[in-house]
């Protein structure tokens, strides 16, 4: 049985297990996907009813994964809770969720290119991205307790995670990316995994979004025109979890500090199907 350390002291366990706001997940609930649909997530039934028949291009898949969490109060740190996973375990994850929402669509008659396109594509060869980033958050104001953490994102093999600093570049080249791989759009799929009571995963978030609509502009003389191409919908939100799930899954493992990992994924991944399977509802509800 694969065990993978937990970061926590004794007197760290006195701290809080995760932000609130979510539910805790119970899967006889999502039995009726229509009435967990309405609870649980946002779709847009037109957009997606209108991408039926058409090609898109998976251009970011990211999976974000909390590994520290400090409550601050009046600048002094009262408590801190952790938890480590691996690389090799956050890309995993990552490489499954691509696959799960791909299928989603596949199903759906919507063409997904292969990763392999994307990646042999020379404009997203330039961008040079990194396939791995810290992250830093705080929420709290001043005088007030406040929450800090700290995490890490990791994109799917092969493919890199978009940056805020970066952010700007990869959109203006967005469109000249769809064009050149024959697709009608884009998505980008990102997920958040926070921390638990006793280091159970608790899902956060889980966004599909779509650029797409291609427009294009010519400017300069007759047969030595330059052709600019821009999306006409930009970051349009297909699926979103409007609601954290808590898994309530027993997750320690036997060795003090420990987590049973094949637990820990169980839980993870019920979870992440099951809301992939209420977007492949909302998918049937919008096709026309």
Same mark, same amino acid.
């Given at each position: 049985?694969?065990?993978?350390?937990?970061?926590?002291?004794?007197?760290?366990?006195?701290?809080?297990?995760?932000? =609130? $706001?979510?539910? &805790?997940?119970?899967? *006889?609930?999502? !039995?009726? #996907?229509?009435? +967990?649909?309405?609870?649980? /997530?946002?779709?847009?039934?037109?957009?997606?009813?209108?991408?039926?028949?058409?090609?898109?291009?998976?251009?970011?898949?990211?999976?974000?994964?909390?590994?520290?969490?400090?409550?601050?109060?009046?600048?002094?740190?009262?408590?801190?809770?952790?938890?480590?996973?691996?690389?090799?375990?956050?890309?995993?994850?990552?490489?499954?969720?691509?696959?799960?929402?791909?299928?989603?669509?596949?199903?759906?008659?919507?063409?997904?290119?292969?990763?392999?396109?994307?990646?042999?594509?020379?404009?997203?060869?330039?961008?040079?991205?990194?396939?791995?980033?810290?992250?830093?958050?705080?929420? =709290? $104001?001043?005088? &007030?307790?406040?929450? *800090?953490?700290? !995490?890490? #994102?990791?994109? +799917?093999?092969?493919?890199? /995670?978009?940056?805020?600093?970066?952010?700007?570049?990869?959109?203006?080249?967005?469109?000249?990316?769809?064009?050149?791989?024959?697709?009608?759009?884009?998505?980008?799929?990102?997920?958040?995994?926070?921390?638990?009571?006793?280091?159970?995963?608790?899902?956060?978030?889980?966004?599909?979004?779509?650029?797409?609509?291609?427009?294009?502009?010519?400017?300069?003389?007759?047969?030595?025109?330059?052709?600019?191409?821009?999306?006409?919908?930009?970051?349009?939100?297909?699926?979103?979890?409007?609601?954290?799930?808590?898994?309530?899954?027993?997750?320690?493992?036997?060795?003090?500090?420990?987590?049973?990992?094949?637990?820990?994924?169980?839980?993870?991944?019920?979870?992440?199907?099951?809301? +992939?399977?209420?977007?492949?509802?909302?998918?049937?509800?919008?096709?026309?």
């Amino acid at each position: 049985m694969n065990r993978l350390a937990i970061g926590m002291a004794l007197l760290l366990l006195a701290g809080p297990s995760f932000a =609130g $706001g979510a539910d &805790k997940f119970k899967a *006889e609930e999502f !039995g009726d #996907k229509a009435k +967990a649909a309405k609870k649980y /997530v946002g779709a847009n039934a037109k957009k997606i009813g209108d991408l039926k028949g058409k090609k898109l291009i998976v251009l970011e898949c990211v999976g974000e994964f909390m590994q520290e969490r400090k409550t601050i109060d009046a600048g002094w740190t009262t408590s801190t809770s952790t938890i480590s996973l691996n690389d090799e375990y956050y890309v995993r994850t990552t490489d499954r969720v691509y696959e799960i929402v791909k299928k989603v669509f596949e199903d759906n008659g919507v063409t997904v290119a292969a990763r392999e396109e994307l990646l042999n594509n020379p404009t997203y060869q330039e961008l040079d991205l990194k396939s791995e980033k810290g992250t830093k958050g705080y929420k =709290g $104001g001043i005088g &007030k307790q406040g929450k *800090e953490t700290k !995490g890490v #994102k990791v994109s +799917a093999t092969g493919m890199g /995670v978009f940056t805020t600093f970066g952010m700007f570049g990869v959109l203006k080249r967005l469109p000249e990316i769809i064009h050149q791989t024959g697709s009608d759009g884009s998505i980008r799929i990102a997920y958040y995994v926070d921390k638990g009571k006793n280091g159970a995963p608790v899902l956060t978030k889980f966004t599909v979004t779509y650029d797409g609509d291609l427009l294009e502009q010519k400017a300069g003389f007759k047969g030595r025109e330059k052709i600019t191409y821009y999306t006409k919908t930009q970051n349009a939100n297909l699926f979103s979890l409007k609601k954290g799930l808590a898994s309530q899954v027993e997750v320690r493992g036997e060795e003090r500090g420990s987590i049973n990992m094949e637990a820990y994924d169980a839980a993870l991944m019920e979870m992440i199907q099951t809301v +992939a399977g209420i977007f492949n509802a909302s998918l049937q509800s919008g096709k026309k």
